[in-house]
């Protein structure tokens, strides 16, 4: 009797250890794009990729990547749970025999529980081990190209941590304090624990907005789980997960006090620009005015750009035009997300505006000429899986320039080929000939709105070759054409003298612009190598960071009856480590086939570095960014004889003197007509810095 009794005490015991072994690991939260896969050796086995569902109980050999806007939160027991952030990869091969978890690349926090006995939990990378007995910690893990250079940052919230390299060295890190592990070919430097803030540590693990409430309470119903068999009765989850607190409104505000001559009289100015951001949602203003020191600082009608302020009132009148001019003015942007999400608008000035690859608009900005010109775009973009567009506004208050994609992707849904996509695009630009004239040394600038009207169509095509996290490849390819639209050709003679085969209406021309290529992504470094040639009337990316300064230029090129066929390529490279730093480099070479020295070339650049892997790097809490746009590069020789010559450039070096107040000083080029510009140098005084004004 006994030996019955224990039988079947042992079989209950068991029987309860399993049971709860099949509720974990338990994922309790998923937002944007998340999947997981199921390997033994990931060296050796393939491995296929299945979208990750809330509640789902994962296999104990899964894989767990993350894409660029994915989260994902995943109960491993009832004393462990890790966070997933954007763009990582994480094992849980080891933990129910190491209670390791193995993070490829990414970031993730653990929240764990007082450990009893022998229990442990440690977060492993080729770097170092991190491990833990009752804490809340984040691990930050980057990878060099060829995984020769990586760094491991580990930053503590509560408890002790130990990290540990892997030639034996170790340091406790406490809460408040943060350490890594930075490796490189022929050394390893395990970094002495410093001292790291609480708000430092929640900007590095802000947890994101769960914008569709994807946590409600759900009606509890039976289905069959990853790896379970269709016998098997899954485990239902011991509680429902809760929703996520929304997100805390943030508020920065920079300014910017300083003089400027303008006509031989020097201006006090100084510029306001308050950002605000609750959820997805962001508000930008830039308030700014120039008053001579002399007049009363009150009396708008006194400063240099008074009329900025009358909003619509003019003596007795009121124009609502006006009105709302002045009004939109002093709004920087409105936005609604981020370029790639399922949603992303945003209104006002907006720096880089590009449609598919950029074969029609590339990086096209309507901040050429600001301040002195401010201009109200706008981009607007929707991905709804199967079908999708983008848009791309230059000016809402006269119709300029503007363009749209359309696209699909009819195998949505399927790993990798999912990203199957065909596109077309359409753009157009109501005023692309600028005639400028001097009369008694006044610049008069004429606009032939309409007339012509010049405009490109293409499609496009996206075709997926491999994406396993840290490797991706995309083979993709465009084709395009160019034209133009004559309203009224006794308006338009002037371009009859160039090309004396233009009809009125529509104009096609014979020429075609065709490019083929491959991108993709290598740890952290976006690629993309790619051959363009062009025929007779065609430019490709004729729609470019430049286009407002060289548009009549441009269209001088197009309707040219002797243009050359081009060959070449264009590539890029670049970087994107969060927190540390992001940038790309791109260059294009085309030569042109009957052997002249007229080649086409562009040159672009945009660096940024955070002001906190400087300061733990050298000490210094420092940071800058550049951005760069030059076309029609001659010679190396003549690159570096004038830099900035046909090009754009902004750069940015800032220090922080407290958390709370930064020096940046600054140089920019911007244009305040299609053939002048200005060098603008300015020492800045801010609070804080949110986002990018861009260029």
Known sequence: ????????????????????????????????????????????????????DVDMVLPTSSIIRTGPDGYV?????????????????????????????????????????????????????????????????????????????????????????????????????????????????????????KPVSPEVFSKYFEEPVQAQQQQEIQPTQEKQQPG??????????????????????????????????????????????????????????????YWNGKDNVYDTSKWYNGAEYNFG????????????????????????????????IRLGNIPDMTLGHGFIIDRYSNMLGFPAIRKIGLQF??????????????????????????????????????????????????????????????????????????????????????????????LFADFAKSGIYINKKEES??????????????????????????????????WRLEYRRTTGSFIASYFDTLYDAQKTEKLISLISSNIPSYNGLLGSIGVKLENIAEGYIEYQQLWPEDGSLNSVNSLSAKFVIDKEIIKSTIGVPAYGSLTFRRNNIPSIQDFFADVLKDGVAKLEVAYSVSPDLDIAISYRRFYISSTEYQDS???QLRSSIFGDLGM
Not at 19 to 32: E, M, R, S
Not at 415 to 431: C, S, Y
Not at 435 to 461: C, K, L, M, R
Not at 507 to 513: M, Y
């Open 381 to 474: 973009d929707l991905d709804l899986g199967v079908y999708g567009f983008e848009s791309a506004f230059a000016d809402l208050s006269r119709t300029r320039m503007f363009g749209m994609r359309h696209y699909v992707r009819p195998l949505y849904g399927t790993p990798v080929l999912g990203n199957l996509a065909f596109g077309v695009t359409g753009a157009i630009d109501l005023e692309p000939y600028i005639v400028q004239t001097i009369v008694n040394s006044n610049t008069n600038t004429y606009a032939y709105e309409g007339n012509p009207s010049v405009f490109s169509v293409g499609i496009d095509a996206d075709f997926p070759v491999i994406d396993i996290g840290i490797f991706s490849m995309t």
């Open 1 to 52: 009797m006994r030996r019955v009794l224990l039988v079947i005490l042992t079989l209950f015991v068991s029987s309860f250890v399993f049971a709860q072994v099949d509720k974990y690991p338990l994922v309790k939260l998923v937002i944007g794009k998340a999947e997981y896969a199921v390997a033994g050796d990931k060296s050796t086995t393939p491995i296929a990729y299945r979208e990750l």
């Open 73 to 193: 939160e995943v109960l491993l027991d009832p004393n462990k749970t890790i966070k997933i952030f954007n763009s990582s990869t994480i094992s849980l091969l080891t933990f129910y025999s190491e209670n390791t978890v193995t993070l490829d690349v990414g970031k993730i926090k653990a929240k764990v529980g007082k450990l009893v006995g022998s229990d442990s939990f440690k977060v492993k990378t080729d770097s170092g081990i991190a491990a833990v007995r009752g804490t809340e910690f984040g691990v930050i893990y980057n990878v060099g190209s060829g995984g020769g250079i990586s760094l491991m940052e580990v930053l503590v919230s509560e408890g002790l941590v130990a990290l540990s390299t892997p030639d034996g060295r170790t340091v406790e890190i406490p809460a408040g304090y943060s350490s890594s592990i930075s490796k490189y070919p022929g050394g390893v430097d395990l970094e002495t624990p």
């Open 493 to 526: 003679l002037h371009l009859y003298l160039i090309n004396s085969n233009l009809n009125e209406g529509f104009n096609l021309f014979d020429g075609f612009g065709l490019s083929g290529g491959v991108k993709g992504v290598v740890l952290v470094l976006p």
């Open 313 to 344: 009132f003019h003596e007795n009148a009121f124009d609502i035009r006006d009105f709302s001019d002045d009004l939109f003015k002093k709004i920087l942007f409105l936005s609604y997300g981020q370029k790639g999400k399922q949603v992303f």
């Open 228 to 289: 379970i068999t269709p016998n098997q009765v899954p485990q239902q989850p011991s509680a429902p997960p809760a929703p996520s607190a929304p997100s805390e409104p943030k508020f920065s505000f920079g300014y910017q006090i300083s003089a400027e001559n303008i006509d031989n009289v020097v201006w006090n100015k100084i510029v306001l620009s308050p950002v605000f951001q609750i959820g997805d949602f962001g508000v930008g203003l830039y308030i700014v005015s």
């Open 681 to 683: 140098i300015g020492i």
